[in-house]
């Protein structure tokens, strides 16, 4: 008998090594499996220890095994709380739970160990197994057994306590694995409480719980319960977002989920017009037994569009046999718009609504190239002066009115025209040109004009208009020539249209060539004052007018007529006045260091330099500078320059005169209201150019009104210098009249400084 229960037991150890062996193989080492290795290697400890008390015959030997035995039955227990613990997740509610066991179990340890010697716990005594085979065994139990005891029942109840409620709360199908370690506990306690009263020589409820971790083991680790798979998948996918249809091999739905059914509209739980569904896609589809399907497609669901990515896919077993498909809806219709409204943003413009630059020039080109028969205007639009509106009027201004302008271009635009917005107040349309219609553009300009309050501002939008004649040209160079001929017009308050042609490029390029040459050409002195002497009746040289030469690296010299209104356009004619009124002084200062101290110069001054600088301070800073005269320095304003800004420019006037420069009103007769402007402006001069004699046929007619003018200078006691004389018989005609200083190619042309001096100061002098 002793043999048979040695022989359960070491059996039982073998079982257990074996298990912790393959969870120490296995396991991934989760706090779970950390506590199921504590109780393995416990459960072998102790029922080794237990084998080997009864093996040996020595009872100091077996006290100290039974005591071994005792110990790692309380490890057993106490591996089980903390087993049961995270295995159930369920927390204790005192924190410090782990340290009071701890130090309880100690103290059982602790007297457990020293039971040998002091037997407070128990005592062993030889016994007979009844088959003539002796072993000692436990016999009488002290004190502090009580202790050990009830330690291990606090601690076997405490687990089963948290089984109990993880088994109550647990879903149906994991009660099974709870419930059975529960029930296997609770046996193994009784049976224990049995061999305490009983007095048995062997104690069974050792091999209760060496069957208990055994069990824990499996169910913790290798049990999967049955039909857990089949449950689990079945509520994946019917949580499933996507639809989900799965068919047999006969062609018959095995299963739907609630969205596969909400894709048809079919909320009820009968599958017919899903199946209708399949059997029409099966006969669209013939090739679906060879091969898996993924389509697109839209659909009205609660009266909403949404939009499918579906799938059909063929289900093939491990023998390669064909077993059924599955369909997957997947819905994408958040993803779709989001990508809709990316595509919408990278196309259109945010502020109106209209196509940006890069979807109008795709869409136009489309256009043109897919109707070869049809002829296409391109016409682009300019608001004046909008960034001043901007600034004036404040963003928010500027963006209604970029709104209004893009309503506007909506509706000049037909059927087959594509429009958009270009860039900031650029719009452009690519119309057919049978639809074109100049007088629906003028009328939409007058339209805008009133966008404001005419007393406060009045709008004015320019079109430019581009001919497609080369098909092949990108649309965004059809774009800049319309706005090359906006150009062209841009300055000006009538003229609404402008037409692009082919010398208005050339224009365009040159002035852009003039315009980038400035710079390099102020910096390496290639800009030269000419002088165009100034006679007096008897052909007395009294000075002269400096007049810029542009010479180029080759000798080339380009006159001012070409690049003087691009530097105005652009600003930069301040530059060059402020080069041209220093080059001047210089050679004022030069001449009268020489003794010419009569010798004046005339400089132009644009009418552009008065909003560029303050031109009185940059002139007396010249005068300051090379020591001159003012009175040398003759400038010459035309009217316009002073009608533009009576308010500011008049008294800048009277203060060069009182400073001491001689203001000449130069090109007399080229403005719109010379008289009436010679009553408000207060000049020393007047320049009257023989060129506006010229363009009239009637020579007496253009005579008597050049006496009038001399008249009414005199009147005005204003001095008078006639330029552009080119005949003797004007000589003659102007000399009875009273002039007396000439300027002309009669007496002679604009020429280089070196010539003036050679031909006229060495003369004099
Ligand atoms: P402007 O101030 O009226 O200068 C007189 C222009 O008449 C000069 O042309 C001169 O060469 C030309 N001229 C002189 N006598 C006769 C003549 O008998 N018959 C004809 N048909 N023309 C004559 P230019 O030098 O080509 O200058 C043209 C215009 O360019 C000037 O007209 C002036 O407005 C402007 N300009 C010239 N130099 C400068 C400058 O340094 N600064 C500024 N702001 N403008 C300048
Ligand atoms: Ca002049
Ligand atoms: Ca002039």
């Not at 119309?431 to 004015?460: G, P, W």
């Amino acid at each position: 008998m002793k043999w048979i229960h040695i022989a359960i037991l070491y059996t039982a150890a073998v079982l257990i090594f074996g298990c912790l062996m393959f969870s120490i193989n296995k396991a991934k080492n989760t706090p779970v499996e950390k506590a199921l290795k504590k109780l393995l290697t416990s459960a072998l400890i102790s029922v080794a220890a237990y084998a080997t008390a009864m093996v040996v015959n020595e009872p100091l030997i077996s006290e100290y095994a039974y005591g071994l035995y005792h110990i790692f039955l309380d490890g057993v227990v106490m591996a089980m709380v903390s087993f049961v613990r995270r295995y159930t997740g369920i927390q204790p509610k005192l924190k410090k739970e782990g340290h009071i066991l701890g130090v309880l179990v100690t103290i059982d340890t602790f007297f457990l160990l020293l039971n040998p010697i002091v037997h407070l716990v128990f005592r062993v005594a030889p016994v007979d197994d009844g088959f003539g085979k002796g072993f000692y065994s436990i016999v009488s139990r002290e004190p502090l057994y009580n202790y050990h005891f009830v330690l291990l029942a606090f601690l076997i109840l405490l687990a089963l306590f948290r089984l109990g409620r993880k088994t109550a709360s647990t879903p149906k199908i994991y009660k099974f694995k709870y419930a059975i370690i529960s029930i296997m506990l609770c046996v193994a306690f009784v049976s224990h409480l049995v061999y305490l009263n009983c007095n048995f020589k062997f104690d069974y409820s050792l091999f209760l719980y060496g069957v208990i971790a055994i069990a824990i083991y499996y169910f913790s680790l290798a049990y999967i319960p049955q039909g857990l798979m089949e449950r689990l998948m079945y509520f994946t996918i019917s949580s499933l977002k996507d639809g989900v249809i799965c068919m047999d091999v006969d062609g018959n739905i095995a299963y739907s989920n609630k969205m596969a059914r909400e894709y048809f509209s079919d909320e009820m739980e009968d599958n017919s017009k899903l199946l209708t569904f399949i059997n029409l896609w099966f006969g669209e589809n013939p090739d679906a037994a060879e091969r898996d399907i993924v389509w697109e497609s839209p659909r009205r669901i609660g009266g909403k569009k949404r939009y499918y990515k579906n799938s059909y896919t063929r289900i093939i077993d491990e023998n390669q046999k064909y077993i059924g498909c599955f369909f997957i809806m997947h819905d994408c219709t958040t993803e779709y718009n989001r990508i809709e409204e990316e595509q919408y943003r990278a196309t259109h413009d945010e502020l109106t609504g209209l196509y940006n630059m890069y979807y109008f020039c795709e869409r136009a080109s489309e256009m043109i190239n897919d109707n070869p028969e049809t002829d296409y205007m391109i016409v682009c639009t300019d608001v004046k002066s909008f960034k001043v509106i901007n600034d004036i009027f404040g963003i928010e201004t500027g963006d209604e009115l970029l709104k209004a302008l893009a309503a506007s271009i909506a509706k000049i635009a037909t059927n087959n025209c594509i429009y958009g917005r270009i860039t900031g107040d650029r719009f452009a349309l690519c119309i057919r040109k049978e639809d074109f219609s100049e007088e629906l553009l003028i009328a939409k300009a007058e339209e805008l004009s009133n966008f404001f309050d005419k007393e406060v501002f009045k709008m004015h939008v320019h079109f430019g208009v581009y001919e497609v004649r080369d098909r092949s040209m990108k649309v965004s160079v059809m774009c800049d020539r319309a706005n090359i001929a906006i150009r062209t017009i841009k300055d000006s308050y009538e003229t609404v249209i402008a037409y692009y042609d082919s010398q208005m490029r050339e224009k365009f390029i040159s002035k852009q060539k003039i315009i980038s040459e400035f710079e390099n050409a102020l910096d390496t002195g290639r800009f030269h004052p000419f002088i165009q002497p100034q006679f007096s009746a008897d052909w007395k040289t009294k000075g002269g007018e400096a007049l810029v030469r542009w010479i180029l690296p080759d000798g080339g010299m380009v006159r001012p007529d070409q690049f003087i209104s691009v530097f105005e356009e652009t600003g930069l004619i301040g530059r060059l006045d402020t080069y041209m009124w220093e080059r001047a002084c210089m050679q004022l200062d030069k001449w009268h260091k020489e003794g010419h101290d009569e010798l004046y110069l005339s400089v132009n001054i644009s009418p552009k330099d008065f909003c560029l600088m303050d031109v009185y301070e940059v002139i007396t800073a010249l005068v300051k500078k090379y020591d001159l005269n003012p009175k040398n320095l003759h400038l010459e304003i035309t009217e316009t320059a002073i009608i533009e800004n009576l308010k500011t420019n008049l008294p800048l006037i009277n203060r060069l005169r009182d400073a001491g420069f001689q203001v000449e009103m130069d090109d007399f007769g080229n403005g719109q209201s010379s008289l009436n402007s010679l009553m408000n402006i207060d000049v020393d001069v007047l320049k009257v150019d023989m060129g506006f004699l010229r363009k009239t046929e009637n020579v007496d007619r253009s005579m008597t009104i050049l006496r009038k003018v001399i008249e009414l200078a005199r009147s005005l006691d204003l001095k008078l210098i006639i330029e552009g004389v080119e005949t003797q018989e004007q000589v003659d005609f102007l000399i009875k009249n009273g002039c007396d200083v000439f300027q002309g190619f009669h007496f002679a042309r604009p020429m280089k400084i070196s010539d003036f001096e050679d031909k006229y100061l060495s003369v004099q002098a």
